[in-house]
């Protein structure tokens, strides 16, 4: 049969990307189909406002230059859900996203494009807690190393340079009776830097000789913050120094030679063969161009999918594959929460000599404690307009002034912050610290996406997506937020809030497709042969807290080896 | 504005009928009362309604972004109200007959919190006097005060309204209806603290368009240095590499 690729990937987000380099490099020839545009690629040099061409297979094809103009670094223009340029939906910003369903207070963040949601995660790359692996997955902790090695080693990972919030974190975690973890496998609780894939700074940058501006150009990264707004600083495309997949693994996978990525391309449905003889097998894909509506099929010997934890099992769902109570089921979201410490420029002197915290310099994170059974936190900083929406406008209670306080509580208010309070918090912006929670949360089946009955959109019924926490998640969390708001209160913190983030946030979205209930050990579905997953949904659970993506690139190169080992 | 005139009489809240109701509701954000009659169906007539609808759609928006933000150079002087109305606006769009319709759910949200608004009256639970002569255009929401806006969307998100005189698609669907309330204070938040109001005439553009054209004024409030190529911040590595 004609096949236009030995493998098409779904997808050149976090796993996508990863899997295509491992297979080009082992010699198999790869086409990644990616729904949204590609930043920093000459064929596009216009990729919001004009279809551009078709594909593009080459390293050459990458340009800084063009990554440094659509990376602005405007927190609006980048990041805002509806419109920005990271946001789940077509390349074209005059049109709508693409809309899901989350009925509950919530929001779902994820970016399409090359790159996926790595273009605006925060780098984060932990491995996973070997407690929530071992005699729980299908496949064992010690399995992974290997895997984790060779992606700490690509991106690269190192521990995260000290700026003055991580700073202040690490004092009030001490004074709280916290032990400093020098590891990479926590397996008691403590605090570390963040092992992040951003490269160390430029040894030049407290040179004041260099300019910021010539040190943005150069290797290293240069504190500036801007993480989450996307990182544009680097000499080219494949030394800049946050290491989204676009600028890490994609340069990688397109110097082998063997691998064409194709954006503005919708994977609207797996194709399987109807062979009653033989058992049912991908044979390729139904694919819509987002810029034309031109529907198109693409046939290959294997199809991985790696759309993300919501689009992996809603194509199945609207491809009408083969029924598995566990299609969908079982997410994690790690039940995030939000506690935030104001505080006093004196005592802020008192820890760092100088005045304020600044939370919007340094990496977006770059110090954790971790908590294996429990989960993680982690000091956070990010700018204005997101700092504001999501400690005073992101809460599943509603207004503070409507809640009840206990003398009990380590914070003094839960909650929406609005109006006159909200002015006088955001005017101490300079000097709070942000503590992000992260819950070892379980998965339950009543958990996840199903598609929408009524509801479509261009690329079939619209998906929707649910979530109701444990009462075990909950204690947790609850948990976690004490010791977020101890550790605040020991480094000086005058006055606390906990936002209590909606359950339904999801961004670290995991175990919808889990290795063991819809996929095997090597992630092919166990009921469509020929096609594998290569992103979060198959983790078999939350892996007890850790931001997830290092542990699906880890998966996504193993199952890259298992493909061909089995098929080529 | 698109309005779909549906003549079969029909009030029916299954999903059969979601989209239809739902472009009925663009032009229709008083559609408290959905048991339509020939004649109500006749007002929901776009050319009739629809500039009505809007001057009160933008004043039910005035009256909520003051209330998130308020004072001198607050959400409402910064122009908030048209960044929640082109947000919802370009919100949603779903798969109609002819391709992607696009849902404009302002009027729709704004006659929610005018729905809560009536309601927390008719209770005689407002805790200051009416006021219509700051938004003479507006429904009942903008004529509450601060205090009262605010417990208006508190009943609203606790359900405690009649949730069937919600406009579609609000009607009867606490989810959904959290789940706007939860972006309305988000889009007022990172609408008022990034650099939109700096877009000047093009913050309302096609996003490609626009560009900065003022200075930062949010950012100044908070001491935020705007995007920046670097800080000289470095305070050293608790480790360089890990032991393992």
């Given at each position: 049969m004609h096949t236009d690729a030995d493998v098409i990937i779904i997808g050149a987000g976090g796993g996508g990307a990863v899997a295509a380099k491992e297979l080009g490099e082992l010699g198999v020839n790869v086409l990644i189909l990616e729904a949204g545009p590609w930043y920093g690629n000459k064929k596009w040099s216009s990729p919001n406002q004009e279809r551009g061409a078709t594909s593009s297979s080459s390293p050459d094809d990458l340009d800084i230059n063009l990554l440094r103009q659509q990376y602005t670094k405007m927190e609006h223009n980048m990041?805002?859900?509806?419109?920005?340029?990271?946001?789940?939906?077509?390349?074209?910003?005059?049109r709508s996203p693409w809309q899901r369903i989350i009925p509950n207070h919530g929001q779902l963040w994820q970016s399409t494009g090359v790159g996926g949601t790595t273009q605006h995660y925060w780098a984060n790359s932990p491995r996973a807690y070997a407690m929530a692996i071992d005699d729980v997955w299908p496949i064992s902790y010690r399995e992974l190393v290997p895997y984790y090695e060779k992606v700490e080693a690509t991106l690269p990972v190192r521990p995260a340079p000290t700026t003055a919030k991580e700073e202040m974190f690490y004092y009030g975690a001490k004074k709280d009776g916290w032990s400093f973890i020098n590891t990479k496998n926590p397996t008691s609780p403590g605090y570390r830097p963040q092992p992040n894939a951003i490269l160390h700074p430029n040894e030049k940058l407290m040179d004041k000789n260099v300019s910021l501006e010539e040190l943005s150009k150069m290797e290293g990264c240069t504190l500036c913050g801007h993480c989450v707004n996307g990182c544009p600083h680097g000499p080219s495309v494949d030394k800049v120094a946050k290491r989204p997949t676009n600028i890490s693994y994609v340069p990688l996978a397109l110097k082998t030679g063997n691998v064409e990525i194709r954006p503005n391309t919708y994977t609207m449905k797996i194709l399987t063969s109807t062979d009653s003889e033989v058992e049912r097998q991908a044979i390729g894909v139904e694919y819509r161009d987002t810029w034309t509506g031109e529907i198109g099929e693409l046939y290959a010997k294997v199809v991985v999918m790696a759309a993300g934890c919501i689009e992996t099992p809603r194509l199945w769902l609207n491809s009408q594959l083969p029924y598995n109570s566990w299609v969908g089921r079982g997410l994690t979201n790690h039940y995030w929460d939000w506690v935030t410490g104001v505080f006093d420029e004196k005592d802020i002197m008192g820890i760092l000599g100088q005045n304020n915290i600044n939370p919007f310099t340094g990496p977006t994170s770059g110090g954790r404690l971790d908590y294996p059974g429990l989960g993680c936190i982690q000091p956070s900083g990010v700018s204005p307009g997101l700092f504001s929406s999501l400690t005073f406008g992101f809460s599943q209670s509603g207004y503070f002034f409507k809640q009840e306080h206990s003398?009990?509580?380590?914070?003094?208010l839960r909650g929406r912050v609005v109006g006159n309070e909200l002015l006088e918090w955001m005017q101490n912006y300079q000097s709070t610290l942000s503590i992000m929670i992260l819950t070892d949360d379980q998965p339950h089946k009543r958990n996840g996406v199903t598609v929408d009955p009524v509801l479509k959109d261009e690329h079939g019924p619209i998906p929707v997506v649910r979530y109701t926490p444990s009462k075990e998640d909950k204690k947790k969390r609850n948990q976690l937020a004490k010791i977020s708001a101890d550790i605040l209160r020991k480094a000086g913190a005058k006055k606390i809030i906990r936002?209590?983030?909606?359950?339904?946030?999801?961004?670290?979205?995991?175990?919808?497709?889990r290795m063991g209930l819809v996929v095997d050990d090597i992630c092919e579905a166990y009921q469509v042969k020929r096609l594998f997953i290569a992103d979060n949904s198959v983790h078999y659970n939350g892996i007890g807290g850790p931001n997830p993506t290092l542990t699906t690139q880890a998966l996504a190169t193993r199952t890259a080896e298992k493909i061909v080992m089995k098929y080529f | 504005m698109n309005n779909t005139i549906d003549d079969s009489g029909s009030t029916s809240?299954?999903?059969?009928?979601f989209i239809t109701e739902m472009k009925n509701t663009v032009a229709n954000f008083v559609s408290e009362n959905h048991s339509a009659s020939p004649l109500s169906r006749m007002e929901q007539l776009p050319m009739q309604i629809g500039k009505k609808s809007l001057s009160q759609t933008r004043a039910t928006f005035m009256a909520f972004v003051d209330v998130m933000i308020p004072s001198t150079f607050g959400a409402l002087d910064l122009r908030l109200d048209d960044y929640v109305i082109w947000t919802l606006d370009h919100y949603i769009s779903v798969q109609g007959n002819f391709g992607m319709d696009s849902i404009q759910l302002s009027s729709a949200t704004a006659g929610m919190l005018d729905a809560a608004a009536k309601q927390l009256i008719f209770s005689g639970k407002v805790k200051k006097e009416l006021n219509y002569s700051i938004y003479p255009e507006g429904g009942s929401f903008a004529s509450l005060s601060f205090e009262d806006r605010l417990e208006a969307i508190h009943l609203l998100e606790n359900a405690q309204v009649d949730m069937d005189s919600l406009p579609l698609p609000y009607r009867n669907n606490i989810g959904y209806v959290k789940n706007i309330v939860s972006n309305l204070h988000q889009m007022v938040m990172i609408g008022y603290y990034s650099e939109w109001f700096s877009l000047g005439a093009t913050r309302l553009a096609p996003p490609e368009n626009r560009v900065v054209e003022r200075p930062f004024m949010t950012w100044n409030l908070v001491n935020y240095p705007s995007p920046s190529m670097g800080y000289r911040e470095l305070r050293g590595f608790l480790v360089k590499e890990f032991k393992d």
């Open positions: 990041n805002d859900i509806i419109s920005g340029r990271f946001r789940w939906g077509p390349a074209d910003r005059r003398v009990d509580d380590p914070w003094d936002t209590d983030w909606p359950a339904h946030l999801f961004a670290h979205i995991e175990s919808t497709m | 809240h299954k999903k059969g009928t």
